[in-house]
């Protein structure tokens, strides 16, 4: 079974969900319990320290039925069906890696494994003396309760915070109940929580949340994207495009050198945000170490949640652009795309290929741009020293990497697909003789012939071109015999300059 999905057993009446519910130890997944629940089914998640659950409801397979069964809203539970995110719903497989790291889940844990990291620096600190130094034994408890962290432990502080409204104090109430049987750990209860507001958990909690979600879900998708560029700009160096500006026909190039600059662009803005420092801070409910120093008088912002998100948006408008890019090439016939046994391109045109990972990929990447948008401009304000106008809009992180990491995966499939066309590059080449306007022109002005621009214009502009005639100009033109020459063995197909060059060595940096 693949961990993050769930499959049906039959069980009595009807079909129902596989349970399986794991723990982790040192990394590696342990198996505690599996059993066959009618009501719902546990959904593994691909992360060393979390299980998430999910209830499915069965649907009818009578179409009769749609029509007879009102359904109220206090029977809809949560399904890939019923989530009102297409993140927790449709693409849930393709962004579950987040889960762990983004979900509820993972800011109460994140919240606890804060909360327990700071009563065992404290324990470290001669000057607090009310904690004494913990024993091996004592401190591997307390390890034990980050490291074995589940969904009943979550579950528990939920049902907690139920009673308190406070979803901070809850994860402390949780962890005084855990260790009030520890005859060590009991004596300073009153020492988790010490000293902070629920900003100094919150602040490091999500940044160690953005932290690991970057760094070991989104940037290694990002390096198979770039790198897949790179593939495709390195194979495809010496293949001759025609290029357009403003639309029109304009110089050639290959098709490698204009996908490695989308390559160069994408590897610099990831190389950005890595490159991000993560901050915190715990200093108490103001800043001023209040608390601390009234208690022992010897004893971060968001803006690099800013910076963080808007170097986001810079990568994903360039992808976006990539997308549309691909897109243009594809319906010009540039690109071809493999198709694939039983998908459907269009509901009444059979033999269409749509382009829709690469539109999957552009509508995502707005969707997440809008997010990070609001969260950059939002995070770094905040009324007076502190509100909590920020809490809600933290909670939602996971949505624009979701939404990114939804079009990278999407970009990627698309890559897959194609197959350069070399059929329709030549043949736009053949037709566009005009292009060589540019050289002659250039050449011209060089051996002092007067107005080239002016002549250039006159034989090109709204014209037909033809090699013939392109040849029978430059016969005629008043310059040296070598540099006739040169002209004469310029074609559409090799007048590239050096774009081939450009790509071989954008490929030697990339691999250094």
């Known amino acids: 079974m ?280 715990f200093a108490g409910a103001v800043g001023n170490y209040n608390a601390h120093v009234a208690a022992y008088p010897d004893i971060e912002s968001h803006d690099y949640m800013a910076k963080l998100f808007h170097s986001f948006i810079r990568f994903n408008n360039i992808l976006l652009d990539f997308d549309k890019d691909i897109w243009g090439y594809i319906s010009v016939g540039y690109f071809k795309q493999v198709t694939k046994a039983g998908e459907i391109g269009s509901s009444t045109m059979p033999h269409k290929v749509n382009p829709i990972d690469f539109e999957n990929s552009e509508g995502n990447l707005g969707i997440a741009n809008a997010v990070f948008d609001h969260l950059s401009m939002k995070l770094p304000i905040s009324r007076w020293q502190r509100d909590l106008t920020d809490s809600t809009v933290l909670r939602n992180i996971g949505v624009g990497l979701g939404y990114s990491l939804l079009a990278y995966k999407s970009a990627l499939v698309g890559i897959g697909k194609l197959q350069v066309n070399e059929v329709a590059l030549n043949k736009d080449l053949d037709n566009s003789w005009e292009v060589l306007a540019e050289p002659i022109q250039t050449v011209m002005r060089r051996y002092g012939v007067e107005e080239p621009y002016e002549k250039l214009k006159e034989l090109t502009r709204g014209r037909a071109v033809t090699k013939d005639s392109i040849t029978e100009f430059i016969s005629g033109l008043e310059i040296p015999f070598e540099a006739k020459t040169e002209l004469l063995k310029l074609t559409p197909h090799n007048y590239v300059g050096v774009a081939a060059q450009l790509v071989k060595d954008a490929c030697i940096r990339h691999h250094e």
């Open 2 to 281: 693949e961990f993050g999905s769930c499959i049906r057993a039959p069980n009595g009446s009807g079909p129902t969900s596989y349970v399986t519910r794991a723990s982790c130890l040192n990394g590696q997944f342990v198996p505690t319990q599996n059993r066959i629940s009618k009501a719902s089914s546990y959904v593994t998640l691909p992360n060393k320290f979390c299980t998430c659950k999910a209830t499915l409801k069965e649907a009818s397979n009578s179409i009769e039925a749609v029509g007879k069964v009102k359904v109220q809203p206090s029977e809809v539970e949560l399904s890939s069906l019923t989530a009102i995110s297409p993140l927790d719903g449709r693409y849930w497989n393709k962004v579950k890696d987040l889960s762990c790291h983004l979900s509820e889940y993972g800011l109460i844990y994140y919240r606890t494994l804060v909360e327990i990291k700071w009563l065992l620096k404290l324990s470290q600190i001669p000057e607090v003396i009310e904690v004494p130094k913990f024993s091996n034994e004592a401190e591997a408890k307390l390890q034990g309760l980050i490291d074995g962290f589940n969904e009943a432990d979550a579950i528990q502080v939920k049902n907690i915070e139920k009673i308190t409204n406070h979803d901070v104090k809850a994860v402390e109430y949780f962890l005084k109940t855990k260790c009030q049987e520890d005859p060590e750990i009991a004596k300073v209860l009153e020492f988790f929580h010490f000293g902070c507001t629920s900003e100094d958990i919150n602040n490091l909690a999500h940044g160690l949340m953005l932290k690991e979600a970057v760094s070991y879900v989104i940037l290694p998708i990002m390096d198979d994207l770039i790198d897949a560029i790179y593939s495709m700009a390195e194979a495809n160096a010496h293949i001759p495009m025609l290029s357009r500006t403003h639309g029109q026909p304009a110089s050639p190039t290959t098709l490698g050198k204009e996908m490695i600059i989308f390559a160069e662009r994408l590897s610099r803005e990831r190389r950005d945000i890595s490159q991000v420092e993560m901050l915190g801070k």
